[in-house]
């Protein structure tokens, strides 16, 4: 069975056997982390996840409007995914 992604905690994202087996096999992947958690760069620098978002997220929460969000700008177009019907309960019709 293939899935679009994994999603997991920091307890799972912590685990490097999972994060190995998921990369090894090619599935997408979202795993939480704590704030301490390092990364190695391509540059072989290592820095935590807090280090990372120091340095590389220039825009801080409630800074004001997206760059697409400026006075002039149209809005961005995201398709709408079409959705699949739930599956039929296996208790239907059982009452």
Request: some cysteine; aromatic content about 6%.
């Given at each position: ?34 704030a ?8 072989g620098t ?19 409007p ?6 002039g ?23």
């Open positions: 069975m293939r899935l679009d992604f994994v999603a997991g905690d920091e307890v799972y994202g912590a685990c490097p056997t999972l994060r190995a087996f998921l990369e090894e096999h090619r599935q997408a992947y979202v795993l939480g982390v704590r301490t958690f390092t990364h190695t760069l391509g540059s290592c820095l935590t996840c807090e280090q990372v978002v120091a340095k590389h997220l220039k825009r801080k929460r409630g800074s004001g997206l760059p697409h969000m400026a006075a700008q149209p809005k961005p177009h995201f398709p709408r995914r079409a959705r699949r019907p739930p599956a039929p309960s296996p208790l239907a019709g059982l009452s």
